[in-house]
């Protein structure tokens, strides 16, 4: 089945140690996306990337890293410079025609907590 | 830049009944989409229904339509005979622009009551 996975489900970390989160699209999508969703909030995008090799700054990029090394695969690293690195993440992809991204379609989330 | 705003935080519906949600947007781009995506308790993302902002006709999915005002800029969504399985966060969002990043409002919860 095509879709979008992200691993794990649940991540715990120690304080100062930087984590590396998966998401792997197998929906042939140019674009994907990383975002970050807190208790009562919508969701903020932290980078994304349109194209293998290339990838921007969201809103909230400040202590996270990316690469897009392969077109299926879009990995975060919130590193330990991220000061509050604890929250729900969210992974999507979409289709880029034309000027104008089409919906996009989400992982299952990973649930990072850092203590 | 674009933005999103959806001014109710919780709403609540008796089974069977309508409600509306709300959302307004801000943008400059004259190519652009809206969306209503569900996210129920497993948190997973799901897409309920999309409007192409150059189509007039107002986006029907089954029980899910939407009211678009293109010109208040607004973009509300209609559930018809509301069920418990509709229980979730919906977020209004809109594409657009240079960049062709998706920008979230805030969110509604809605629960359905029996």
């Known amino acids: 089945d095509g879709g979008i996975t992200q691993s794990p489900k649940y991540l715990f970390r120690k304080e100062g140690q930087n984590v590396t989160l998966s998401c792997e699209q197998n929906?042939?999508?140019?674009?994907m996306y990383w975002y970050r969703q807190d208790p009562g909030q919508g969701l903020r995008l932290i980078y994304y990337s349109q194209i293998v090799n290339d990838f921007q700054k969201g809103d909230i990029a400040e202590g996270y890293s990316v690469s897009r090394e392969k077109k299926e695969s879009f990995p975060l690293t919130v590193t330990s410079a991220q000061k509050n690195p604890t929250a729900f993440y969210l992974c999507?992809?979409?289709?880029?025609?034309?000027?104008?991204?089409?919906?996009?379609?989400f992982g299952p989330g990973t649930r990072l907590t850092v203590t | 830049a674009q933005t999103v705003t959806q001014s109710q935080p919780e709403m609540s519906v008796q089974e069977a009944e309508t409600v509306t949600l709300s959302c307004t947007y801000d943008?400059?781009?004259?190519?652009?989409?809206l969306f209503w995506y569900k996210q129920p308790p497993s948190r997973q993302m799901i897409l309920v229904i999309r409007?192409?902002?150059?189509?007039?006709q107002n986006a029907t999915e089954n029980r899910f339509s939407v009211n678009f005002q293109k010109a208040a800029k607004s973009f509300s969504l209609k559930i018809s005979d509301s069920q418990l399985g509709d229980t979730a966060m919906y977020f209004c969002?809109?594409?657009?622009?240079?960049?062709?990043?998706?920008?979230f409002g805030a969110g509604t919860r809605l629960t359905v009551k029996p």
């Open positions: 999507a992809s979409s289709l880029n025609l034309g000027t104008v991204s089409y919906e996009q379609y």
């Open positions: 929906l042939n999508h140019d674009a």
């Open positions: 943008t400059s781009e004259s190519n652009y989409y």
């Open positions: 409007q192409e902002a150059y189509k007039q």
């Open positions: 969002a809109s594409t657009g622009g240079n960049n062709n990043d998706m920008r």
